[in-house]
């Protein structure tokens, strides 16, 4: 029997709607006991979590791994995610890894797994190549493991394609991860359709390219009554739809990537191309109403949006560079800092990169319950630092939060009971 006793921890668990100082023991990698003082043999291990806190694992539904374009590897961001506090990550779809079939989810789990840190979920692909016209084995799919499925950036070739898609969506009874991009509205656009994008010359993305697929959308899960997931909104305009579809009772959830609760339009003035991202940076009224969502519960989720991009592709001129910022690392203190700024309270920030992502996928993490997997942080909340790109662990560097200084550090990563990533170890 293997056993490990965390000793007089914050213990903050939103889930349980449990914020207290205690003892938490696991138990062959489950957790046994939750109490004010717990007694243990003299030869269990303990931690000594005096002025920690001992926080669930994070789960982050939205990466891009981006292995197949030898950007990055299974191994090399799972140890990114590790150190970053995330124990449950799930990885998107995307044109060169399409993830749209049996073979390809059950290589990427075992890949996973056999590094040995964090769980991998795997989002499979709606369309065979995700080319948008002929639909992939969605039953098959889900069967091999898959979470849900999502078209990730790719369109659709027709409205009729993606009805189709729904339908069979709903009848195998698997989540579809959908991003409202209306691609006839963003053509070579790179930033947000407003007075930044005039002054800079760049070409704009308006919010109608948001809206009027959200609207397309909504209607159709309506018509199809299948569980939508909206990924990654960025525009107020959006949050009011979400806000209003779930008022009429749509099955819907919505996430944001935690940089839109961040930057904005403003962050690209200077044609930085690590501000590049899609959707786009929007303005302060978005960005603002963005973070009352998250707070109201009409945002449900805030997720990294990781996309680990090569040196090259952030070297071009802002509108030639490709979108995306590695942001495994900066999920956990953007959310914390949310905190400090007043716009969350804790336990609500806590919940929306855990317990209430894992609801979205169906899986029963992101929470300190007795007898569920002990896939925890030993958090302390004093440490001050400064995020540097030279000490990130992804294989991409592609911030623009290098230099940000922060409140609080990661310590420790557990997945199962078992220490996969250990602050001190990795610096001494």
């Known amino acids: 029997m293997s056993q490990v006793l965390f000793k007089q921890a914050r213990i903050i668990d939103p889930a349980n709607v449990r ?13 046994a006991q939750i109490a004010d003082e717990i007694k243990v043999a003299e030869s269990v291990p303990v931690v000594d979590a ?7 694992g994070l789960v982050d539904l939205g990466a891009y791994v981006r292995h197949q374009e030898r950007k990055a590897t299974v191994e090399s961001e799972s140890i990114a995610a590790a150190k970053s506090g995330i124990t449950r990550l799930c990885c998107m779809p995307e044109l060169a890894k399409p993830i749209d079939s049996t073979a390809e989810v059950t290589l ?12 991998f979920e795997v989002i499979g692909s709606m369309t065979a190549g995700l080319e948008g016209k002929q639909l992939s084995n969605m039953g098959g799919l889900k069967k091999a493991g898959c979470v849900a499925v999502s078209q990730g950036h790719g369109e659709f070739e027709s409205l009729d394609i993606m009805r189709k898609a729904m ?3 709903r009848t195998c009874g698997v989540k579809l991860f959908l991003h409202p991009l209306e691609h006839g509205l963003i053509g070579n656009g790179c930033v947000h359709d407003g007075a930044i994008a005039t002054r800079a010359g760049l070409p704009g993305i308006p919010v ?7 609207s397309q959308i909504l209607m159709m899960a309506e018509q199809m009554d299948v569980d939508v997931h909206f990924c990654r909104l960025s525009s107020a305009a959006g949050v009011e739809m979400i806000r209003q579809a779930k008022a009429r009772g749509l099955r819907v959830t919505a996430d944001v990537a935690a940089h839109q609760l961040f930057l904005t339009e403003h962050d690209i003035a200077d044609y930085n191309p690590l501000c590049h991202t899609l959707p786009p940076l929007r303005s302060e009224t978005d960005r603002e109403v963005l973070r009352d969502a998250v707070r109201e519960g009409v945002i449900d989720a805030i997720c990294s949006d990781h996309q680990p ?45 855990t317990a209430s992502a894992a609801d979205i996928i169906g899986r029963p993490h992101g929470r300190l319950s007795l007898a569920s997997d002990a896939d925890l942080l030993l958090f302390d909340p004093k440490h001050k630092w400064q995020f540097r790109q030279s000490d990130m662990v992804s294989s991409g560097k592609n911030s623009p939060f290098d230099g940000w200084s922060f409140n609080g550090k990661l310590l420790q990563t557990y997945v199962k009971g078992q220490c996969v990533y250990d602050a001190h170890h990795c610096e001494g």
């Open 19 to 31: 914020d207290r100082v205690g003892d938490l023991l696991v138990t062959d990698g489950k957790i």
């Open 50 to 56: 005096t002025g920690k806190w001992l926080l669930p």
């Open 108 to 119: 990427i789990q075992e890949t996973a797994a056999d590094s040995g840190k964090v769980w």
């Open 167 to 169: 339908e069979y969506a």
């Open 208 to 214: 109608a390219a948001e809206t009027i697929a959200l």
């Open 309 to 353: 991009q090569d040196i090259d592709s952030k070297l071009a001129p802002l509108q030639d560079s490709s979108p995306g910022i590695s942001s495994l690392e900066t999920l956990l203190p953007l959310t914390l800092r949310l905190v400090e700024e007043g716009s969350l309270s804790l336990l609500q920030a806590i919940a929306r990169i």
